[in-house]
T-cell receptor
Framework: AQSVTQPDIHITVSEGASLELRCNYS??????LFWYVQSPGQGLQLLLK??????LVQGIKGFEAEFKRSQSSFNLRKPSVHWSDAAEYFC??????????????FGKGTKLSVKP | DSGVTQTPKHLITATGQRVTLRCSPR?????VYWYQQSLDQGLQFLIQ???????AKGNILERFSAQQFPDLHSELNLSSLELGDSALYFC?????????????FGPGTRLTVL
């Protein structure tokens, strides 16, 4: 069955420090992978996506993610975190076959806190 | 602003009641998706519509139903409400039902069942 695992429920980093949020997926076909961010009281905003090609993808707000097929991972990174990055981050895999095309399967999320 | 609107923002009701959540997709989007976000289950796909037709069902209870109207807005109906139905309900829309098309999420409707 398809699934997404985000092993870290909550991460705290200092402002200016680097960040890596982990995501592992289980999917039988070529995965379509996404990272979304949810600020308090807000909907989800797409940070970046991977479909094929270059395994390092750039997104908005200075985020990037690297797809590693051998590790079934799609980790999100940012070289220098800003206080405004405090939010909850969701990794997702998009269904790309059959009647379920387009549906997203989400991980449980990682809440990021930023220390001044 | 994603362009997806959801009403109401907040809804407080009692067990056993029925409520309707409304979603208007972005202009030009034909696909609508409903998701439920709860503390214990996380974000779960409920149901998908494309151009008025139901396309896929996820973990949607039989007490829940939805439809997409000719003007493409969608409604999620929740009946015989239980305490466990308290959650944030998101609607998302995309041009077509393909993972290549970005899903734009609305701000959500927070449902509290007392």
């Amino acid at each position: 069955a398809q699934s997404v695992t985000q092993p870290d429920i909550h991460i705290t980093v200092s402002e200016g420090a680097s960040l890596e949020l982990r995501c592992n997926y289980s999917y039988g076909a070529t995965p379509y992978l996404f990272w979304y961010v949810q600020s308090p009281g807000q909907g989800l905003q797409l940070l970046l996506k991977y479909f094929s090609g270059d395994t390092l993808v750039q997104g908005i707000k200075g985020f990037e993610a690297e797809f590693k097929r051998s590790q079934s991972s799609f980790n999100l990174r940012k070289p220098s975190v800003h206080w405004s990055d405090a939010a909850e981050y969701f990794c997702a895999v998009g269904m790309n076959y059959g009647g379920s095309q387009g549906n997203l399967i989400f991980g449980k999320g990682t809440k990021l806190s930023v220390k001044p | 602003d994603s362009g997806v609107t959801q009403t109401p923002k907040h809804l407080i009701t009692a067990t056993g009641q029925r409520v309707t959540l409304r979603c208007s997709p972005r202009s030009g989007d034909l696909s609508v998706y409903w998701y439920q976000q709860s503390l214990d289950q996380g974000l779960q796909f409920l149901i998908q519509y494309y151009n008025g037709e139901e396309r896929a069902k996820g973990n949607i209870l039989e007490r829940f139903s939805a439809q997409q109207f000719p003007d493409l807005h969608s409604e999620l109906n929740l009946s015989s409400l239980e305490l466990g139905d308290s959650a944030l309900y998101f609607c998302a829309s995309s041009v077509e039902p393909s993972p290549r098309n970005e899903q734009f999420f609305g701000p959500g409707t927070r449902l509290t069942v007392l």
